[in-house]
């Protein structure tokens, strides 16, 4: 499967000692899950950083360990937000034959009758869980709003999915809506006020790290 190219090398050393000592070098402790063993691996921490700005959940990865290319998806990572650098990355790695579990981002297209009007589009939903081949997996689902009118919506239940699809989502989830001018108002108010109670409720005390280092089994 062709996807995004990425190089690692194998690691031995485990503990958060040694880990410690290879961020330190610009590299990314890094564990692959593959479906007959699991790797301890290390990624150049600034060729990894170059990619995230191109892949999402749904990409597949072609990584390189050595010489043999493994196809992966990234299963879960840590960042440290303040330094803006990557602390642990975790790999799934895809077996062609065998579906698995892809979250595609949604893009929404066309000019809606209700924005036409004055209305306002609301993207409600960033992406939709399937389970696929990996073959299948496509880099977006894009979706037609241009019926919309002001107060319309569409919901997952209402497409029709290519059957290679087995759509994990609830169907009743919402795409998209066009709302009002009122409405409008009101999500810029709720939203303001969200941000408002975050704030106060996610201030940290001074010097508490915002991504800490987990417990890694195999570290």
Do not use: W
């Not at 958060?16 to 301890?40: A, E, F, Q, T, V």
């Not at 191109?54 to 992966?72: A, C, F, M, P």
């Amino acid at each position: 499967m062709e996807g995004v190219q990425l190089e690692a090398k194998k690691r031995t050393e485990t503990g958060k000692g040694p880990c410690k000592k290879l961020r330190r070098k610009g590299l990314i402790p890094s564990i692959m899950y593959g479906h007959k063993d699991i790797i301890n691996l290390t990624l150049n921490q600034h060729d990894f950083s170059k990619l995230t700005h191109h892949i999402t959940k749904s990409t597949i990865i072609n990584l390189n360990i050595e010489g043999k290319v493994y196809d992966v998806l990234i299963k879960d990572y840590e960042k440290d937000y303040i330094k803006d650098k990557f602390i642990h990355i975790d790999f799934f790695e895809l077996q062609k034959d065998k579906a698995a579990v892809f979250f595609i981002p949604v893009n929404c297209t066309g000019n809606s009758i209700g924005v036409k009007e004055g209305g306002t589009l609301v993207k409600h939903l960033a992406e939709i869980k399937v389970e696929c081949l990996p073959k299948d997996v496509v880099p977006q689902f894009d979706f037609n709003v241009t019926e919309l009118n002001i107060g319309d919506s569409l919901h997952i239940g209402d497409i029709q999915f290519d059957s290679k699809f087995k759509i994990l989502t609830n169907p009743d989830e919402v795409i998209a809506f066009v709302a009002g001018k009122e409405k409008e108002e009101e999500i810029h108010v709720e939203a303001a006020a969200e941000e408002v109670v975050e704030g106060v409720e996610g201030e940290a005390a001074p010097g508490t790290a915002v991504a800490s280092e987990k417990e890694q089994k195999t570290e």
